[in-house]
């Protein structure tokens, strides 16, 4: 079967091209019939479910012909009008279907085992390879009123009428070194609500270079993924989506991809989808959150993101991945020394860049110096709250010389130096807490 092509800005027709050859050596005289079939893509499908209208949302007959007389060993392509319905297979991957209906050479049927079916019988043939064009001003997918990235949306599960766990395998061609799409690409799954609450409930699941990014999201990290022990009930199917967003920093020559994603049960292939992923030429762009910063327990910092000169949104995430805020200026109030992720994303193609930059917060400061400039004494109004010592010290500021030394007890605020014996001109007033100078402040004495 051909590549499928259709305008999804609106119902159209599409034509599925079907080659039928007859591999005897006797010539055969017509009259069987041969029927075609779409189902939404799916690592786990049977026959005649997803396939024969029963729910027409996810599949149904394409069309179905008799065959005309073939000689031995002669071939002919037979051409199906397939009217597409962009909303109901918008985001989806689809696979297509021609099976030969004869008494002759029956199909040996395989419930819940298409896969095998399919291997077995010489009168089936499926395509089920989807080609995801990403292109600028292409439009990403919305379902449900939530915006992806581009991708493909598929069906995995179970097949079979008794209770087996899946398992589902994430790569790039076998014969493929290097990370392939995996180090050019950020690849996450969003798990429908139906696979989400399977995923949590499947108390022997084993991930393998997969990590839970969020709620319902994986990230996909490794160029062979594993996802093992999925507790799917008999016939139980549920849908994902896998979004590719390209890293705007790893542009190079390598327009085109190809992936795989495989669904196991017993360590026996139950179903694939198998597509290509292309993407366009296009310059390369790089994030940055700005320097990083100290600040005092209590104040605040604001982040600035240096733009793109193109069209992006910009979102920052804390330490555990939240979002804490979008646009190129945001301001954080950390407790504690922390790490702001910043994420850029081209509106036109929604390539990605990150940067990061650190808060560092200390939590021990000298809070005034009175009075300044001093003459015999000196008090001094600090935070040493939580160090296990502390020392308040006053060096030269020409040469860096410490001529006074001072412990005080951290868990005070207040401490008075005595500067009588000291020659006027400038200095500085340390603060050192559990050895490490934690605060200066300029002192001039008269």
Not at 315 to 341: C, H, K, M, R
Request: aromatic share 10%; proline share 6%; hydrophobic share 35%.
């Amino acid at each position: 079967m051909d590549e499928i092509h259709y305008d999804d800005g609106s119902d159209s027709t599409a034509f599925v091209y079907v080659k039928v050859r007859n591999k005897s050596c006797v010539n055969y005289g017509g009259g069987d019939s041969i029927g075609v079939y779409w189902s939404k893509a799916s690592t786990a499908s049977s026959w005649p479910q997803n396939w024969n209208g029963s729910n027409p949302s996810i599949g149904n007959q394409i069309g179905k012909i008799s065959l005309p007389p073939l000689n031995a060993g002669e071939d002919t392509i037979f051409e199906f009008a397939w009217t597409i319905a962009p909303d109901t297979l918008q985001s989806w991957g689809t696979c297509i279907m021609a099976r030969i209906t004869s008494s002759n050479d029956p199909i040996t049927a395989y419930p819940s085992d298409l896969a095998l079916e399919i291997r077995e019988n010489n009168n089936i043939a499926l395509r089920n390879v989807h080609v995801l064009r990403i292109n600028p001003g292409k439009s990403p997918p919305v379902i449900n009123e939530v915006e992806y990235p581009y991708g493909i949306q598929i069906y995995s599960g179970n097949p079979k009428e008794n209770n087996l766990p899946i398992d589902l395998y994430f790569d790039i061609p076998p014969n493929q070194t290097g990370e392939g799409l995996v180090g050019d690409a950020e690849l996450r799954i969003f798990l429908s609500d139906e696979f989400w609450q399977v995923f949590q409930e499947s108390e022997e699941k084993i991930l393998e270079g997969l990590e839970v990014l969020e709620e319902k999201v994986l990230l996909i990290n490794s160029p062979r993924a594993r996802l093992y022990n999925l507790d799917f009930g008999p016939e139980q199917r549920a849908s994902y989506f896998f979004g590719v967003n390209f890293l705007a920093e790893q542009v190079d020559s390598n327009y085109y991809y190809r992936y795989h994603i495989t669904e196991y049960q017993e360590g026996d292939i139950t179903g694939s989808m198998n597509f290509n992923i292309q993407r366009e030429a296009r310059n390369p762009f790089s994030a940055d959150a700005g320097p990083d910063q100290y600040i005092f327990e209590g104040e605040s910092a604001d982040l600035t993101a240096t733009g793109i000169n193109e069209s992006a949104d910009y979102f920052w995430y804390d330490n555990q991945g939240n979002l804490v805020g979008e646009g190129q200026n945001i301001t954080v109030n950390p407790l504690a020394t922390s790490t702001y992720t910043l994420e850029v994303t081209a509106n036109i193609d929604l390539y990605k860049a990150y940067d990061e930059a650190t808060i560092f917060v200390n939590p021990y400061q000298i809070e005034s110096l009175s009075p300044n400039p001093a003459n015999q004494s000196c008090q001094v109004i600090y935070d040493a709250d939580g160090a296990t010592t502390a020392q308040l010290l006053i060096t030269k500021v020409a040469t860096g010389t410490t001529i006074y030394s001072q412990n005080i007890p951290p868990q005070q605020t207040q401490s008075t130096l005595n500067t009588s014996n000291i020659s006027a001109g400038n200095y500085l007033v340390l603060l050192v807490c559990d050895g490490i100078v934690a605060h200066a402040v300029n002192l001039q004495i008269q």
